[in-house]
């Protein structure tokens, strides 16, 4: 059983350019998390999705991001007009449906590091 | 201070010690996970505790949660120069996890 991947793993752009990064969840799993870390720091939660639904975005700025989890195909986190406070490692997770016994877990892919030059 | 917030920020010992990291929360929570992260690599989880257990073990690892304190440590017993990473609290709540700034720990062969 594969886990979490994440591609590409790693992302160049010039600012205004658009950032596309795809995450496609472990088998079984109808969750997925996006998560953000900037050089130093811990993880910062952005969005929460199930397949065709955004549960929880309070995390993701107001502009310029956007997630979606179409019912077919890997997650994606769209980044427009990219600027050089965009250049972090984003991380995407997944976890199973509820009511198993791992339901709260989220298992993380290896991130894709974005540079924005 | 933020949630989930880790202590020492940097640990380094030898190998064969024992390490303890600790984690302070402010809100209530669900669940707290521990994970670790190599240099540039993602996350791993090690141990999820629930806001009703006190203890928990796997292998090496020794987690305790005290709800009335918000607090939490990680203990890694026997440590091998491959634990060296950074290790993580994450504290759990509607499905969003929120992360401390994280322990580095060496461990010197």
């Known amino acids: 059983n594969a886990g979490v991947m994440q591609n590409p793993r790693h992302l160049v752009r010039r600012r205004g350019q658009e950032a596309r990064l795809r995450c496609s969840p472990m088998?079984?799993?109808?969750?997925v998390y996006w998560y953000r870390q900037l050089p130093e720091e811990g993880l910062k939660f952005m969005v929460y999705?199930?397949?065709?639904?955004?549960?929880?975005e309070s995390g993701m700025p107001k502009e310029r991001f956007s997630a979606e989890f179409p019912k077919e195909g890997p997650s994606i986190l769209r980044i427009q007009q990219v600027v050089r406070g965009d250049s972090a490692a984003y991380f995407c997770a997944s976890s199973p449906p509820y009511g198993g016994p791992t339901t709260d877990t989220q298992y993380f892919g290896p991130g894709t590091r974005l540079t924005v030059l | 201070s933020q949630q989930g917030e880790e202590d020492p920020q940097a640990l380094s010992i030898q190998e064969g010690e024992n390490a303890t990291m600790n984690c302070s929360y402010k809100?209530?929570?669900?669940?707290l996970q521990w994970y670790r992260q190599n240099s540039g690599r993602g996350l791993v989880h090690l141990i999820l505790?629930?806001?009703?257990?006190r203890e928990k073990h796997s292998g090496r690892l020794r987690v305790t949660l005290d709800t009335s304190k918000k607090s939490s440590s990680l203990l890694i017993t026997a440590s091998r120069a491959a634990d060296t990473a950074s290790y993580f609290c994450a504290t759990e709540a509607a499905r969003q996890l929120t992360f401390g700034s994280g322990t580095q720990l060496t461990v010197l062969p």
């Open positions: 999705l199930q397949k065709e639904n955004i549960i929880d």
């Open positions: 088998k079984g799993h109808s969750h």
């Open positions: 809100t209530s929570i669900n669940n």
């Open positions: 505790i629930r806001s009703n257990e």
